[in-house]
């Protein structure tokens, strides 16, 4: 049955982790060959593979497109492991690990498409991933538009062109949180003989792209598979062999990798991930609620309040939801007074990524969001990411930055 016509209770926010606590504990482990191994996997370093023949290497090297160790540029085997979790995390069927989120984004563009080729971005996207478009893929004879995130298939229609083969998704958008439709989306690329990307790092674990029609699913392992901040790394995953092939040729053909140590770190990370996720989501709801009452804020864009456009397709489609949010105050706070409010938190760092164990708030205002179509937040806005302190600590501490807002 079609994802978009099930019957589905909401999600209730920290429960839909718990199906995955089993699996993330259990997997990525090494199995014991002998008695007395340790329970996590090795990590090994290494550039050159020796073999004891040269037939033995010829083998291997033919087998470098199912996780065989040729040479460390195209992978190693902490790598590998890490991506047959992935694959599995994600319902794919191969994951290619690469150096950072930002170029698990650009990369999936630059395997897939070709010069002459048409992209749709929508306009919420993670703000380098359209920089790379318009800049660098530009450069290389592809060509861009912006759809409005939440814009139905008629609308859809006018944006498409003969040559388009991409149409790439991110749910929920960046800063604005719009959910969007991805059956529909798929649907739509499909009969337009184009690829669904979507970047998933928000609805890791929480929303399964390939049930829901995705070709291409992207992650930031920076932010919750690491969990710790001390990690840059991106994935990508594929659900056909096919297009494996394409996604892995293009791999060894860059000498696109990930450190074996960078790599051990996520695989660590993922074993804690289902916790730390289940109780980011539900401080990040309570705050979210919290914060939706407080005079100084016009809106709180958060999928799982029903104001949050796209609310009912997060219901419909995602089993939870993460610790990431947007928050919009009313008009009249000026982005300089938020600013001042903002450098008073004294438990919310002031950066840029998310998904680790600590709070951080990000400033949204000022044309980050969009470059083409009304969304952008009217009032100064802010993004919040939640850690793993104690929400009524949190609490308190934006109540201090309140304080300091009307006092100023
Ligand atoms: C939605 C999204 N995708 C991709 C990235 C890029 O990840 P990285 O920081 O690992 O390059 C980010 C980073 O903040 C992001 O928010």
Redesign the pocket.
Same mark, same amino acid.
């Given at each position: 049955m079609p994802a978009e016509h099930k019957e589905k209770a909401a999600p209730v926010i920290g429960e839909g982790w718990k199906k995955l606590a089993t699996f993330l504990a259990h997997s990525g482990r090494q199995v014991p060959e002998r008695p007395g191994s340790f329970v996590n996997f090795p990590v090994s370093r290494g550039s050159t593979v020796v073999f004891p023949t040269i037939a033995d290497m010829e083998a291997q090297g033919a087998q470098a497109y199912d996780h065989q160790l040729v040479y460390g540029a195209m992978g190693n085997p902490v790598q590998h492991e890490l991506e047959k979790v992935l694959a599995q995390l994600e319902g794919g069927q191969h994951t290619q690990i690469v150096n950072?989120?930002? =170029? =698990?984004?650009t990369f999936a563009l630059l395997a897939f498409l070709k010069a002459g080729e048409h992209l749709l971005l929508p306009d919420s996207?993670?703000g380098?991933?359209r920089r790379f478009a318009v800049n660098f893929l530009k450069r290389l004879g592809v060509d861009t538009s912006f759809y409005p995130p939440q814009a139905n298939e008629a609308e859809l229609e006018s944006y498409i062109k003969p040559q388009t083969r991409a149409v790439f998704a991110?749910s929920p958008g960046?800063h604005t949180f719009e959910v969007q439709d991805i059956p529909m989306l798929a649907r739509f690329a499909h009969k337009h003989g184009a690829r669904l990307f979507v970047?998933n790092?928000?609805g890791i674990g929480a929303f399964q792209p390939f049930e829901h029609g995705v070709d291409v699913s992207?992650? =930031?392992?920076?932010?919750y598979p690491s969990g710790h901040a001390d990690v840059?790394?991106?994935a990508i995953t594929v659900k056909t062999n096919e297009d494996w092939r394409l996604l892995r040729r293009a791999a060894i053909e860059f000498g696109a990798s990930g450190g074996p140590d960078d790599c051990w770190l996520v695989l660590r990370g993922l074993k804690t991930m289902a916790v730390r996720l289940a109780q980011q989501a539900r401080s990040a709801f309570e705050l979210a609620c919290w914060l939706k009452e407080r005079p100084e804020v016009a809106h709180v864009r958060h999928p799982a309040l029903p104001d949050c456009p796209g609310h009912e397709l997060w219901k419909r489609d995602f089993s939870d939801a993460s610790g990431?949010f947007g928050v919009e105050l009313v008009k009249g706070i000026t982005p300089e007074a938020m600013g001042k409010m903002l450098d008073s938190l004294t438990l919310f760092g002031i950066g =840029?990524?998310?998904g680790g164990y600590e709070s951080l708030v990000l400033p949204t205002t000022g044309g980050l969001t969009r470059s083409h179509h009304p969304g952008e937040p009217e009032g100064s806005a802010f993004r919040i990411q939640v850690g793993l302190e104690d929400v009524e600590d949190l609490k308190a501490d934006l109540a201090g930055g309140f304080a300091k807002l009307t006092h100023s």
């Open positions: 950072s989120g930002l =170029a =698990a984004c996207v993670y380098p991933t991110e960046s970047d790092t928000w992207i992650q =930031a392992l920076t932010k840059i790394l991106g990431l =840029a990524s998310w």
